[in-house]
C-alpha cells in the first residue's frame, strides 16, 4: 500500500460520514416542516386532547323557603377532590402527604386507589369547603383534581326535617318534599370547553357550550314561626311523659294548607349519620292509629244529618256498659240518660255505640268516607298512607258499635286533621296541600256535612272545652276552642294492651269562626298519665295560643281575659 492509500481511505470515510449525516439533518428538518406546515392539524389535534377538555358545570338546585320566604333548604357551593389513579401511581411517596390534606386514614387512600386503578376518574372526598379543597390542589401531586359541586344545607335541622326530607349526595331528592318535587327542584347541568394542564387543572375557559340551568324555587304552606312552635312543644311532651313519639298537624282551615307538621323523634338532615329510616319516616302521613274517641263528632254528625237526632235528643247510657255479641262496651261512669250533645261532652263510649246501632251502617259509613277517612289526603306526599275504613256491607253490629267510638279503622294524623277541618270550614272537604297558595288558587273542595250540621257539631266540641268536659286543659285564654279528646288502648296480638295507649286531641279556634285546626297524638305516653285530656290537649293549647297571636288572629272570647270588651276598647 502506498502511503496515500491511506490519506484517501479516510477521506472515503469521513465522505461517507458528512453524507450520512447530511442526509439525517435533512430528514429531520423535512420531519419538522412536514409536522409544523404540511401535517399541522394533527399535532394540534394531538395537543387537544390531551389539553382541551369538556367538563360540566353544574345548576344549582332551587330553593325551598316557608310561606314567608324564610329557607328551609338551600344549595352552596362546595368543591370535591376526585384523582386519575394511573397518574396518582406515579407518585405513591406523596400519599401520606395527600391522606394528611383530606384528613383520610393512609390506608383507606390506598385501599380506594388501588381497587380503582383501571379508571381514570375516582372521588376521593366529596362536598369539601373550597378552602381546604384549594388547599389539596396546591399541593401539585399528579392526577389530583376537584371540580364544584353544590350541597344541600337545611336551616331548620330537625325542626322541618320530616316535612321538606333530604336528597343524597348527588343532590336527589330522597325524602318528603325534596322527592316529591325533584323535578321543580333539581337543575340541569351546563357544559364548557376548558383547557388544562398536565397535572389536570384547569387553566382556561375557552368556550361556553351549555349554560346550566337552576332548579326552580317553591315555597312552601309551612309557617317557620309556627312550626318551631309545634316542634318544641310536642319534643317537650314526649319527653316529660316518657313517650315512644309523637305527632302533631296544624293546618288552615280556610285553604287546606299545612302550616306545621313535626314529628318525635326528629332527625337532622344536615348529618348524614342520623339518617336511619325509622328517624326520617314522616308518621304524620305515613302512619296510622286508631283514632279513638275523636271519632265521636263524626258518629253524632252521621246521625244528625239524617234528621232523626238533634243536639238535645236523649239517649240511655244506663248502667254504663252493655254486652253486645260477647263484648262489653263501657264508660268511665254511669252517666245514665243523657242528651246527644252530653254524649260528646263526657265522650260516651255507651251513647255513640247506642246511637250508631240506631242508624244505617251505610249512613254512618258515608259519613265516615265524605270526611276523608279511608282516602289519602290528596297532599301527593310520598309515602302518604289512605289509611283504613271496611266497606260498610262487612260491618257486624259489634264492628259498628266500636267504629263509632274509634276502634275497627284507622287513620294518619293529616287524615284525622283534614277531617276536623270540615267541622272547622263551611262543611266541605279541600285537599290538603304543602304549597303556598294563593287567593285564586284555594280549591273550593266538595260538600261532605250540611252547614246547619257542622254548627251544631261545633257547638257540641265547645263544650268539651270547659270545666265539665274532658278537654278542659286545652283552653286558650281569649279564644273559643271546640275539639275532642281521645284516649285509645294500643292493639296489640290477641287484643288491646291494657297500659299502652296513645293520647289524642283535635280542635280549632276560634270557635266563632276557625281559623286553624290542629291535632296532637302522644304515643304510649308512661310517665303515670295517658288521657288525651291531660297528655295531649295541654300541647294544642300552648301552640295554638301561639300560632293565633302569631297570626294576629282576634280573640272572640275577651271576658275569658278577665276584661270587659270597653276595658278593652279603651
Not at 304524620?284 to 263524626?298: I, L, M, R
Not at 254512618?364 to 289512605?386: C, H, M, N, Q
Not at 290542629?518 to 310517665?527: F, G, K, L, R, T
Amino acid at each position: 500500500m502506498s502511503e496515500s492509500n491511506p490519506v484517501r481511505f479516510y477521506r472515503g470515510r469521513y465522505a461517507v460520514v458528512l453524507g450520512t449525516l447530511c442526509l439525517v439533518m435533512a430528514g429531520l428538518v423535512w420531519r419538522a416542516v412536514d409536522l409544523q406546515v404540511v401535517d399541522r392539524q394533527f399535532l394540534q389535534e394531538q395537543g387537544d386532547a390531551r389539553h382541551l377538555r369538556v367538563v360540566s358545570v353544574p345548576a344549582h338546585r332551587g330553593m325551598i323557603t316557608d310561606r314567608h320566604g324564610e329557607p328551609l333548604a338551600m344549595s352552596t357551593p362546595v368543591q370535591s377532590v376526585w384523582v386519575n389513579p394511573a397518574k396518582l401511581m406515579t407518585a405513591r411517596d406523596r400519599w401520606p402527604e395527600l391522606a394528611r390534606a383530606l384528613e383520610m386514614a393512609p390506608q383507606r387512600l390506598a385501599e380506594q386507589v388501588e381497587s380503582r386503578r383501571s379508571r381514570e376518574f375516582v372521588y376521593l372526598r366529596r362536598h369539601m369547603n373550597p378552602a381546604d379543597a384549594q388547599k389539596v390542589l396546591l399541593l401539585g401531586i399528579p392526577g389530583v383534581s376537584a371540580q364544584k359541586e353544590y350541597r344541600r344545607y337545611y336551616p331548620t335541622g330537625e325542626v322541618s326535617a320530616h316535612v321538606v326530607g333530604f336528597t343524597n349526595i348527588d343532590d336527589e331528592g330522597q325524602e318528603g318534599l325534596e322527592l316529591q318535587f325533584e323535578r321543580y327542584l333539581r337543575g340541569h347541568s351546563g357544559s364548557k370547553r376548558v383547557i388544562r394542564d398536565r397535572l389536570g387543572q384547569t387553566i382556561a375557559n375557552v368556550e361556553s357550550i351549555e349554560e346550566p340551568r337552576p332548579g326552580r324555587d317553591i315555597a312552601l304552606s309551612l309557617d317557620r314561626r309556627i312550626q318551631y312552635l309545634a316542634y318544641r312543644e310536642l319534643k317537650a311532651a314526649v319527653s316529660r311523659h316518657r313517650a315512644k313519639g309523637g305527632s302533631a298537624v296544624v293546618l288552615d282551615a280556610r285553604t287546606g294548607e299545612v302550616l306545621a307538621m313535626v314529628n318525635q323523634p326528629a332527625y337532622n338532615p344536615n348529618n348524614r349519620s342520623d339518617l336511619v329510616s325509622w328517624r326520617y319516616r314522616n308518621r304524620a302521613v305515613t302512619d296510622v292509629f286508631e283514632p279513638g274517641s275523636t271519632v265521636k263528632p263524626f258518629t253524632i254528625a252521621a246521625a244528625l244529618e239524617t234528621g232523626r237526632f238533634e243536639p238535645e235528643t236523649a239517649v240511655d247510657t244506663s248502667p254504663g256498659h252493655y254486652r253486645l255479641a260477647g263484648f262489653t262496651i263501657r264508660d268511665h261512669q254511669n252517666y245514665g240518660e243523657i242528651d246527644v250533645a252530653t254524649v260528646i261532652k263526657k265522650s260516651s263510649n255507651v251513647g255513640a255505640s247506642r246511637i250508631a246501632l240506631d242508624l244505617e251502617p251505610e249512613q254512618l259509613w258515608k259519613t265516615f268516607s265524605r270526611v276523608g277517612l279511608g282516602i289519602d289526603s290528596g297532599s301527593g306526599f310520598p309515602g302518604e298512607a289512605a289509611g283504613t275504613l271496611s266497606g260498610w256491607n262487612e260491618w257486624r253490629n259489634v264492628t259498628r258499635a266500636t267504629i263509632s267510638y274509634g276502634y275497627g279503622l284507622s287513620v294518619t294524623p293529616l287524615q284525622l286533621a283534614n277531617a276536623y277541618s270540615v267541622i272547622a270550614g263551611d262543611g266541605r272537604l279541600r285537599p290538603v296541600s304543602f304549597l303556598s297558595l294563593e287567593a285564586g288558587e284555594v280549591p273550593s273542595g266538595r260538600a261532605a256535612l250540611d252547614q246547619k250540621t257542622v254548627r251544631q257539631v261545633r257547638g257540641m266540641l265547645e263544650a268539651v272545652v270547659s270545666p265539665e268536659g274532658t278537654g278542659w286543659a286545652a283552653r286558650v285564654p281569649g279564644y273559643r276552642v271546640a275539639g275532642k279528646t281521645g284516649t285509645v288502648h294500643k292493639a296489640i296480638v290477641g287484643g288491646y294492651s291494657e297500659d299502652r295507649y296513645s293520647a289524642v286531641f283535635a280542635g280549632m279556634a276560634p270557635a266563632s269562626r276557625p281559623r286553624l285546626v290542629m291535632m296532637v297524638m302522644i304515643d304510649e305516653p308512661s310517665a303515670g298519665k295517658y288521657f288525651g285530656g291531660q297528655v295531649a290537649a295541654p300541647v294544642f293549647a300552648r301552640v295554638m295560643e301561639g300560632a293565633l297571636r302569631l297570626l294576629d288572629i282576634p280573640p272572640d272570647d275577651i271576658d275569658s281575659l278577665g276584661v270587659t270588651v270597653a276595658e278593652a276598647s279603651q
